[in-house]
Every structure is written in C-alpha cells, then in structure tokens.
C-alpha cells in the first residue's frame, strides 16, 4: 500500500466516527405487518401500502433483542430474501458513552460506539466502530472492523478493512480479511492461520505507545463526569502526575516564602480587586498573542512568552493553595501564622479532595489557576507602582524653605527681605482680578460610577435622538462610531457632554493642562476598549484607587465634580 493510501486510510478511520451508515437507519412499517424492513427491499406492491417511515436507531441490547425477534417472525418471503443474500434485517446499534455488544445470532448494520467498546458476534452488514474503545469482532462483518486510540481484535471474515489508529490489531486463527490490515501507532498481532488478502501496513510513531487504557479510563471516570480525578482502576498516573505537581508548588513555597506570602497577603488586603484583576488577565491572555500573531514580528516573542506565562501559572497555583492552607489554618481563634509551604500543603490536599468531585472538581482546578495568575500580576503591579512612587523626587520646597537657603549664601536676611519687598499699594488702588476657579482632583472630588453611567446615559439617548432626526445610522457599529465622535469633540471643545453638564461633571487632565485632540481621540477610541470586554473597563472605576476607567488611563484623564456655580457652557 502506498504511503498516501495509508494516511488516506487512517482519515476515512476518522472521518467515520462522523459518519452513520447509509442504510443503517431507515426502515420501513407498514399497517398490514410488524415487520421492518429496508425500504430498498420492499416489494413494489407492499411499497404502495406504506403510510409512514419510521427511523430507528437502537442503543441496547435490549432493542437489539426485540429487532431479532421480530426478524424471527418474519414471513416466508422475507426469509427467503435474508437467505439468498438480498436486503436485511436489523437497525444500528449506536451507544455514546458506553459499550455496543451484538451477541451471536443476532443481525445488525452497524455497531458504534463513541467513548466505549465494539463487539460483535451477530452478522454486521457495513462496519463494526470503537473510538476511545475496543473493536472486538468474532461474526461476519461486511465492510470494515476500526478502532480509534483502541485496539481492534478480528477472528471471523470482513469485508474490507481492518484498522486500529493508536492501537494493537489481533488477527486470530479463524480471521479473513478481504482488504488491508493497518496498524498505527501500536502493534500487529497474527494468527499464522490468518488471512490477509490485502496490504499489511504496521506504522509506529513514537514507539510503542502500550495501548490507550491509560486515557480511556480518565474519560470514562472523570471527563465525563465533569472531574481531573476519580478513585477507580486505572488512574494510577493521573495520581501520580497531581503529586508530583503538588510536589513542584510545595518546592516553590519553600525556595520563595517571602514571594508567595507577599501574594496571599495581597489577596486578603484587597480581594475583589485582585478578582477583578484575575478574570481581567485571563480574558487579556489570547488577545495578547492574536495580537502577537497579527504583528508578524511579534511571533518571535511567543515562545518567550509562552513560557513566561507557565512559569507565572506555576508560581500562582502555589499562590493559590497557600492562601486556601492559610484561610483554613487561621480559622482557628489565635492560631500563629503558618509557614507558605504548610498553607501549600494543607491547601493541596484540600484541592485534592475537591477534584473528585463531579464538576466542581474541573471548577475548583480552573478556578485555581485563573485566580493564582491573577494574584501574582496584581501583586506585581503594585510592586511596580511603589518603586515608582519611591523613585519620584520630592515635592517642591515651599516658602518656609527659603530662609534656609539665604542663610547659605551668607545674605542678612533683614537685608535680604528689604530688598526684595514689594513696594506698597496706593491706598485707592483696584484689587487684581481674580482667578477663575480651578478644579480640585482630589480623591473626593472625583466622580463614582454610577453619577458617570448616569451622564453616559444621557448622551445615549441624546445622540439616539439626533441620529433619528438626522437619518444618521441610529445602531450598531455606526451609532457607537457617532458617539465616540461626539464625545471627542465635547472633551476637546467644553471638557464634558451634555450628559456631564446636568450631572455636574468635567473630564480634566492629570498634569492640569487643557483637554487636546490627542487626548479627546485617545479617550474616546479607548472607550472602545473598555466596552469590548463586557464593558469591564466602565466598572473598572468601582475598584481602581484612581477612580480611573480604562479610557481613562489611556488618556491620562479623570472625571471630577465640578463645585456649583461654575459655568459650563
């Protein structure tokens, strides 16, 4: 068999699991008999008595049985047919999530299974089918006999082929295959009495793989059930593996206690935000490699990165496990603070015990990792903001600095404060104009969430109303590109909307300068980012100390009450 026919082969093996037989399903049932049988082989005179179709697909023995019964009660004629070899008798059995078994005697046109075992001692018209199970076929099989990542075991006659994709194939004394015999990825066992009137094709990849049982037993017994693990046979290695990671966390608790504590600790001084921040960061992960991806150039960092980020997902899953330990050694009243690698171990184990159970155990190990990762990035960029915050000069020196410095150059200060004395204002003179008002950003001054989503709505319905009016696109992508483009010029021209004039509010600037177009633009295409994650970037103003929302950051901007009496417009 040629190379290209072989992987031909091992996909139509695939392709089959997609695929029900043409004729294993519809039968026809007509009022004057019990009957079933396949339209094809109706008689022309029955075919016209027919009143309705009926499609079958059994899934138990118990069906199983009930069909070949009936089969048995069949009349004259249609025994007559099933012996000569015309038309046939019996539905497919098709199981999900367990095994199909046709016993002997018995007739059907096809055995599937789908994450369970094949077996076939009946007559099988087309094909006998495992996937993530075993093909076992001791009766006359019409087409072929295939197993995916199962093994195929063959000891009568088919009619085509005989394949096992990540399995061993067994050929017994008794078996006599009509087409090629292909083995991939395990071994090819035969009965010197066997025969093979085909090819004979044995493809190792990766060596010997030792059969799937291994993987079989963890789908049947956790992913089905929504688990990592479960106590049952087979399921040593998975075991095995959740030690040995348990093993590397309690490793990392003990060469970096002060890194993991410092990360427990900002998850109980600041909970929801270091939350926020952990959903934020799992949503962020794919955006950052498509953009990676996009780029081209950015390729080359993803391998570096990639890893970077299992290296951070490791340190979180101890991270996580320690705050878990922690929590649950200090439930006690006065209980000294445990060591890192004790809150690992006993949040460990109690991680262990959640995984058995079904679906919460793949909740408890998702949500593990997404919030491990999200605690070492928060902690990170608190640990950034103070260095920075360290390295910033100090604020300028006031007035009451200035004498010091006097007394350094050796000036008398009475001399010094003569000289530079203002000269003294006529009596009747005008007072300077006052300033106008400046806006404060201080923490207090500065608007929450809801007083903001309150004036977004305003403008909402404001520009829905114009766009209306104005036969302008009223929703969709066009309304939001006519609302940033409102917004940018609002910021640019008077420093809020309309919405931010009845609620009192002002976008201003960090550094104190006026609102440029730079910035309006950078507002109001950043806004677009806030919206696009679940609109997370608006809410992101409940937690930020800043009370920034992302547009805002981007822009190095700020929304503040404005104190009453000042205008505007």
Request: proline fraction near 6%; include cysteine.
């Amino acid at each position: 068999m040629k190379k290209s026919s072989l992987f031909l082969l091992a996909a139509l093996a695939l392709s089959s699991l997609l695929t029900v037989p043409r004729t294993a399903i519809a039968t026809v049932s007509t009022p004057d008999s019990s009957v079933a049988q396949p339209a094809a082989a109706q008689p022309p005179a029955v075919a016209k008595k027919s009143h309705a179709l009926s499609i079958e697909i059994t899934t138990d023995d118990k069906a199983a049985d009930k069909k070949a019964d009936a089969d048995a009660d069949s009349d004259a004629d249609a025994k007559a047919d099933a012996a000569s070899g015309h038309g046939g008798h019996g539905d497919a059995l098709v199981s999900v999530g367990h095994d199909s078994t046709l016993a002997a005697g018995k007739h059907a046109t096809a055995v599937i299974s789908v994450l369970g075992s094949s077996t076939s001692a009946g007559q099988v018209d087309e094909a006998v089918i495992s996937v993530l199970g075993n093909t076992r076929v001791t009766g006359p099989v019409g087409e072929a006999a295939i197993a995916v990542l199962g093994n195929t075991y063959v000891d009568s006659h088919v009619g085509e082929n005989v394949v096992a994709v990540f399995g061993n194939v067994e050929l017994g004394p008794h078996a006599d295959v009509a087409g090629d015999v292909v083995a991939i990825g395990g071994e090819l066992i035969r009965d010197p009495a066997a025969l093979v009137h085909g090819e004979v094709q044995n493809v190792m990849v990766l060596g010997k793989m030792g059969g799937f049982d291994w993987l079989r037993s963890w789908v049947h017994h956790c992913l089905l059930l929504g688990r990592p693990l479960a106590f049952a046979p087979g399921l040593g290695w998975a075991w095995t593996l959740a030690l040995g990671f348990l093993g590397l966390y309690l490793l990392i608790a003990l060469l970096f206690p002060q890194g993991v504590d410092n990360c427990v600790r900002t998850m109980e001084a600041r909970p929801g935000r270091t939350v926020l921040a952990s959903i934020f960061t799992f949503l962020c992960k794919p955006i950052v490699f498509l953009v990676l991806v996009v780029t081209v150039i950015g390729m080359v960092l993803i391998p570096f990165l990639a890893f970077a980020l299992f290296v951070a997902g490791l340190f979180g899953k101890a991270v996580a496990l320690a705050w878990v330990g922690r929590r649950v050694l200090l439930a006690r009243t006065g209980a000294p603070e445990p060591r890192p690698v004790l809150a690992v171990l006993v949040g460990g184990i109690i991680a262990l015990l959640l995984y058995v159970v079904p679906v919460l155990g793949f909740i408890v190990y998702k949500g593990l990792d997404v919030l491990g990762f999200g605690i070492v990035v928060y902690t990170l960029i608190l640990g950034m903001r103070a260095a920075r915050a360290a390295k910033a000069p100090p604020a300028a020196a006031g007035p009451a600095a200035a004498a010091p410095a006097g007394e350094a150059t050796g000036a008398a200060p009475a001399a010094a404060a003569t000289d530079t004395a203002p000269p003294a204002q006529p009596p009747h003179a005008a007072p300077p104009p006052a300033a106008p008002p400046a806006v404060s950003l201080d923490h207090a001054n500065r608007a929450g969430f809801w007083i903001r989503m309150a004036a977004l709505l305003l403008d909402l319905i404001l520009v829905g109303i114009i766009t209306s009016i104005v036969d302008l696109p009223h929703h969709g992508h066009g309304f939001l590109l006519i609302l940033a483009a409102y917004g940018a010029v609002m910021w640019k021209l008077r420093g809020t909307t309309i919405g931010g004039i009845v609620c009192g509010l002002r976008v201003v600037r960090l550094d104190g300068r006026a609102i440029d177009w730079p910035t309006a633009l950078a507002r109001a295409l950043g806004a677009f980012l806030s919206m696009a994650v679940a609109g997370l970037g608006f809410i992101w103003v409940v937690f930020d100390s800043e009370r920034q929302s992302w547009h805002d950051k981007i822009a190095g901007t700020v929304v503040v009450h404005v104190p009453r009496g000042t205008a505007l417009v």
